[in-house]
């Protein structure tokens, strides 16, 4: 039998077709606008009955021997009246505050984020926390402090794209099928990444810039588009505000300065510009890369800035602004206390962008276990996340979480965090559940997540859990639902849209129709109502109005003060398509027939060190070390080194996040330069 559903195994949200015979998972195939033949191949959605049906997965709770290391089984009741008690034993002795809920991306950022803050808030504790911080959602602050939401490419209908700091290859195919597609149409394409990828392979332009140093290209880039006269006059003149701060600001960067910073051309940083600014339409597909860097607010606000001086945003085949789904708000944020703060309360700009995002700087979670600051955390449920491992300066994430009076972790699988736990609970797959995700709710149309398959053992949907925990700790009228369907009704019940109606449309249900220029009639969702090239909040706040007013960052890449003794910089490797962060390294069929954990070597400074393929490679930082093998290649530039990352649940020896930084991170959204940093490596 053939059922419709979306695939999360990773963020991309993919709708899919999945094949259940007697009640087992098959196998599951991907949608898309091309052809089969055409389609790109995901190798975990391949491998999906694997990971449901792994031997590996946790299916029943478990909880800690008193004093010891091991786990015992235990039933849902004993498990949730023991977690239940931990929560109000904490809020008795240390408030409701010192309690924290730590969310990764496994479950999605639509409804199972929605519950466990209304859970939260009810309690009475300001604290649940995403991982925004090194992820989209601070990219998606520079959006909303330009244009008033996160733009979305139109790959597939424009002339020119760039694709900056992003390979979809491994990330989000849908994507990358529309790019390949345009460009088969005759699109221009330009990538800009230190990495020479598989797209950046294909393209018509391949700038290899400098790691860490995208704000300075983009501000280049915005000066040669004015001073050659390329931009938008119309736009900038009737829909915009603080084009001559900009103007005033981007003299600063002209591109045969900035060229030699970034190890790039000039004359090729121009040809981007004008190539961008004189095709249209153009759009721009930035990604991860930019965002797990100290300068990433500015460096990617700049980016957006490029949108509006060329009029590419929200028209056809640029940048469109979404229409987002008039869900009912349910995270009840205003029932918390009054002046209840967050342990997030240093990035105020941070926590308040947007009515839903709430609190995502992470790292605030470890400085208030180890140095409880601004207070201490008492116990933390970790949700769909494997902290110990993804967080930067793994050594320090796993000291905090290993300090905790009480740790409850939410997870598939046994990860390095779980270990740590105190009581572990067992989640399902996102084939075992029906939720709706953010990626239906941020804009149209509206496609389920159906449960296709009953759930594996005796593990639970997230949903299912915190509505239970919810009421065992007193909070029956707020969680009064009893199946992911009524919640999902009740938050779309605005739009009079059901969940027996989104499965009668499997391909999604669009409630309004995909419009362009809204702008023309409603402005933009900024204060000013217009595109700001300066943001007076910003100013009010004490940042920089206009991207690099202030001047650029002296040392934008980690442990850049000491280049004598870390001479390369160490670039967070790629995103395997293989897995997602730290997930699936478990699974067999995933580990075959694919590079596994290399460090990527430059062959002119692997024969200085006379390090040959399939040598054992030791990278050091202040931070820590690690060993991989050695793989020589030319996809990275001389004097940087690529770093497998992800496989430190796999082995600790392999932790790339045992060499990065935590202790400077970004004032506005406490990113730390977990993407690029400075390390030496020496054959062992």
């Given amino acids: 039998m053939k059922k419709d559903t979306v695939c999360r195994m990773c963020s991309s949200c993919c709708p899919v077709q999945a094949e259940v015979v007697n009640g087992k998972l098959i196998s599951a195939e991907r949608k898309s606008f091309v052809a089969k033949e055409k389609r790109l191949p995901c190798a975990k959605l391949k491998a999906a009955a694997d990971i449901v049906y792994s031997p ?85 602050m520079a959006h909303v402090y330009t244009y008033g939401a996160m733009a979305f490419p139109e790959a597939g209908k424009a002339k020119c794209i760039i694709v900056w700091g992003k390979h979809d290859g491994d990330t989000a195919l849908g994507v990358a099928e529309a790019i390949l597609h345009a460009k088969a149409n005759g699109a221009t394409l330009i990538v800009i990444d230190p990495i020479k990828t598989p797209l950046a392979s294909k393209a018509d332009i391949w700038l290899q810039i400098k790691p860490g140093h995208d704000g300075l290209l983009a501000m280049a880039m915005i000066n040669e588009i004015i001073a050659t006269d390329l931009y938008d006059k119309e736009f900038v003149e009737t829909f915009s505000t603080g084009f001559s701060e900009l103007q005033e600001v981007a003299a600063g960067f002209p591109v045969d300065k900035i060229a030699q910073e970034i190890w790039l051309d000039p004359e090729h940083i121009r040809e981007v510009a004008k190539m961008y600014a004189t095709t249209k339409p153009a759009c721009i597909i930035d990604g991860n890369g930019l965002d797990m860097q100290l300068d990433m607010f500015q460096s990617t606000r700049a980016v957006a800035l490029l949108r509006g001086l060329t009029g590419n945003i929200d028209t056809m085949g640029g940048d469109v602004l979404p229409q987002p789904i008039a869900v009912r708000n349910i995270q009840a944020k205003d029932v918390l206390p009054t002046g209840a703060q967050p342990i997030t309360s240093a990035y105020p700009l941070f926590n308040t962008f947007s009515d839903t995002w709430g609190n995502q700087v992470q790292s605030c979670v470890v400085d208030a276990i180890l140095d409880e600051i601004p207070y201490s955390l008492k116990m933390v449920v970790v949700q769909a996340g494997n902290p110990v491992v993804t967080m930067a300066d793994s050594n320090r994430a796993s000291a905090a979480f290993a300090k905790l009076d009480f740790l409850v972790v939410i997870d598939m699988f046994m990860t390095k965090t779980a270990k740590l736990a105190d009581v572990i609970l067992p989640a399902s797959s996102c084939f075992e559940k029906t939720q709706l995700n953010r990626a239906s709710t941020r804009n149209n149309p509206v496609i389920l997540q159906d449960e296709v398959i009953k759930p594996i053992g005796d593990s639970w949907p997230d949903w299912k859990i915190v509505f239970e925990l919810a009421r065992r700790l007193g909070f029956e009228k707020e969680f009064p639902w009893k199946t992911a369907e009524g919640a999902i009704d009740y938050q779309l019940e605005p739009v009079a849209v059901t969940t027996d109606m989104l499965r009668k449309e499997p391909s999604g249900l669009r409630v309004e129709e995909l419009k362009h220029q809204k702008y023309l009639e409603n402005g933009f969702a900024t204060p000013s109502g217009k595109f700001e090239f300066y943001s007076e909040v910003l100013r009010q706040n004490g940042f920089c109005p206009v991207p690099y007013s202030k001047g650029f960052l002296k040392h934008p890449i980690s442990f850049s003060e000491q280049p004598e003794t870390y001479p390369f910089i160490g670039i967070s490797g790629a995103r395997d398509i293989r897995f997602t962060n730290s997930q699936y390294r478990t699974i067999p069929s995933l580990l075959k027939n694919g590079v596994g954990c290399v460090v990527d070597i430059h062959p002119a400074d692997a024969e200085k060190q006379e390090i040959s ?14 060993e991989m093998e050695a793989n020589i290649s030319k996809v990275v530039h001389p004097g940087c080194i690529r770093i497998a990352w992800g496989w430190g649940d796999y082995n600790s020896r392999y932790n790339l996040n045992s060499l990065t930084d935590d202790d400077r991170r970004n004032p506005i959204t406490g990113t730390p330069s977990q993407r690029s940093f400075m390390c030496r490596m020496t054959k062992v």
Avoid at 84 to 93: E, L, P, R, V
Avoid at 613 to 626: A, C, F, M, Y
């Fill in 56 to 140: 590996e997965r946790v299916t029943t709770p478990l909880i800690r021997e008193e004093g010891g290391e091991l786990f015992r089984e235990a039933s849902w009741d004993e498990a949730l009246d023991l977690v239940a008690d931990k929560f109000n034993h904490y809020k008795t002795h240390s408030g409701a505050q010192s309690v924290g809920w730590l969310r990764g991306m496994a479950a999605d950022w639509g409804s199972p984020w929605d519950y466990a803050n209304r859970m939260m808030n009810y309690f009475g504790s300001p604290n649940t926390i995403g991982n925004g911080s090194i992820c989209f959602v601070a990219r998606e």
């Fill in 613 to 626: 393929k399939g040598d054992s490679v030791k990278i050091e930082t202040p931070k820590g070390s690690i």
